[in-house]
């Protein structure tokens, strides 16, 4: 139990890649605060949790709000005294558009709830991080950002903003002892990508990237969970400001 006595909170973490962070940061010993817009779905992971024997708490919140999800982690710090670990997973792609046929009330929803949420969730946790002289902030990027993908313009930027905002933070904490680490993930099995086939483009993009990828599979969201935990943990104390695909071999880095 890599986790014991430290506390994690987990934005979207009611369903998807979210959960799956939630679910294995929990097993390795973690208490888990849930930062979701969907009561009813992180209740339901909250209840896994505990099942299995785990401390875990949901708050019902918009975290593009700052001082709704101050109060919300705020509560949770009150509850189980620290907070140690910060996984931003909030986000949306929104449906698989060319650039020319986007909007701008699609670009005012992705940045908000993908990278407004970033920052704020991140300002908020770090302040409490410098405190303690420890932490770890985990951030959910995309392949997309490190590699372009057509149909996705807009969140493919924005997680390109959040992998070169935590490479500025890891080197800003480090005098405080808190590794700044991405998780880039491929193509995973989860409900973002089952609103993405909803098109035509999105459809073909998706068919057409999972026949490339070398394991022939989606992820699955449990898989980005342990990198999580990986990251999350003094295994990797010595290790910050790194941005890790984990994508069955699709793109190869380096």
Known sequence: MQLIDKVAIV??????????IALRMGEAGAKVGILD??????????????????????????????????????????????????????????????????DEALWDRVIGIDYKSFLICSHICAKYMVKQKSGKIISIASDTARCGEIGVPVYAGIKGAIISTSK??????????????????????????????????????????????PFRRLGQPSEIGDLAVFFASEDSKYITGQVLSCNGGLIMFG
Request: aromatic share 4%; no cysteine; hydrophobic share 40%.
């Open 37 to 102: 817009l969907n009561a009813e779905t992180a209740g339901k992971v909250v209840e896994k949790i505990k099942s299995a024997g785990g401390g875990a708490v949901a708050k019902e919140v918009d975290v593009s709000k700052y001082e709704a999800t101050k109060k919300a982690i705020d509560e949770i710090h009150q509850q189980y005294g620290s907070i140690d670990i910060l996984v931003n997973n909030a986000g949306v792609v929104g449906i698989a558009q060319l650039f020319v046929d986007t």
């Open 11 to 20: 934005t979207g973490g009611g369903q998807g890649i979210g959960e799956g």
């Open 168 to 213: 500025v933070l890891a080197k800003e904490l480090a005098d405080y002892y808190i590794n700044v680490n991405v998780i880039s993930p491929g193509l995973i099995d989860t409900p973002m990508v089952k609103e993405a086939v909803q098109t035509e483009v999105g459809k073909e993009m998706i068919e057409g990237v999972i026949k490339t990828i």
